[in-house]
């Protein structure tokens, strides 16, 4: 399937220097290197007007523009997958993810994921690319995604996401209790000897996160959670970074007991089958209307019940 694209990038005064191929990527990250080097090769991507060598150092403030065909070589399977869509339009849909749900297919995830279901629930996301998914939250994460039904909504919302502006606020039970709202800003990156985890570390990628205190118990914290950017993993990162890592996290957590806790709270925290993180509110313009738009979804069952729980152990203490 093809579909024409027109997009255009004004080279950053902080990429000068950089390889053409280089400043694509940064500018255009709907696409792999390897297609960006394509067009720059057959001429379809240029420099101010010019087509110009993959290896060629560009300067800050060039334009450029990229004119080709997308071909979408990306084929996964339609499958019909409930999905429980907050809102659509012809320009972009909103789905709240339930816990379990991989968005992307990967390596150990072929079909089965969000991408399946919506290339089921709209034939026409298969020429978008991923499916028209700008953004992904954790299989066990659950929340709100927006996804883009056209080309021009998908680099509309990837910049917006560049940009951050896209309003994203979570809410999560933290382990441990914390004294105040805070604001990580750590670099995040693969853990050096665990490949399965991220880590903060020096070389990473800029990460920002702001931490909110909405209720606290006795050895636990419900907090809102806003993202300045989106890194891998990077609230559940952030957290465990400051030693209050999310309830039920099988990755970056241990199993933290409230002493003197009841049968019945102990019983739940050591069931609990995910992390504790829903993506509760989305924020962003509107790709053609350029009305701002917001919506919120309620927490899942399963974390109202943990906090319910919480708050009467709290009671009790």
Not at 67 to 79: C, F, P
Not at 248 to 259: E, Q
Request: glycine share 8%.
């Amino acid at each position: 399937m093809t579909d024409k694209i027109e997009l255009t990038g004004i080279v950053p005064d902080e990429l000068d220097g950089k390889r053409f191929d280089q400043i694509a990527a940064k500018l255009f990250t709907d696409f792999s290197r390897a297609r960006l080097q394509d067009w720059i090769k057959s001429g379809d991507l240029t420099a101010s007007g010019q087509p110009r060598k993959v290896k060629d150092k560009l300067m800050g403030g060039e334009e450029l523009r990229l004119q080709a065909e997308l071909v979408n070589d990306e084929v996964y399977e339609a499958q019909d997958i409930p999905l429980d869509i907050v809102y659509e339009d012809d320009t972009l849909l909103v789905v709240n993810k339930p816990a379990g749900l991989v968005v992307h297919p990967a390596a150990g995830n072929r079909d089965g994921t969000l991408l399946n279901g919506l290339l089921f629930h709209c034939e026409g996301l298969a020429a978008i690319p991923r499916a028209g998914i700008v953004h992904r939250i954790d299989k066990d994460t659950t929340g709100l995604l927006v996804v883009a039904k056209t080309l021009k909504a998908h680099h509309s919302l990837v910049r917006q996401l560049q940009k951050k502006t896209v309003f994203r606020e979570y809410e999560a039970i933290a382990g441990g209790v914390l004294t105040g709202g805070t604001t990580i800003e750590e670099p995040i990156g693969r853990h050096p000897t665990q490949r399965t985890r991220m880590a903060v570390v020096e070389d990473g990628k800029d990460a920002v996160t702001h931490f909110r205190v909405i209720e606290r118990f006795r050895s636990h914290t419900h907090i809102k959670v806003q993202l300045e950017t989106g890194r891998t993993h990077q609230i559940r990162v952030h957290l465990a970074h400051l030693r209050y890592p999310l309830l039920g996290d099988p990755l970056y957590s241990r199993l933290r007991l409230p002493k003197g806790a009841s049968e019945k709270l102990i019983k739940a925290i050591k069931a609990f089958p995910r992390q504790a993180l829903h993506a509760r509110t989305l924020g962003l313009v509107h790709p053609e209307t350029k009305e701002d738009m917001q919506w919120t979804i309620d927490l899942p069952e399963d974390m109202q019940k943990m906090l319910n729980l919480l708050r009467d152990d709290a009671k009790e203490a």
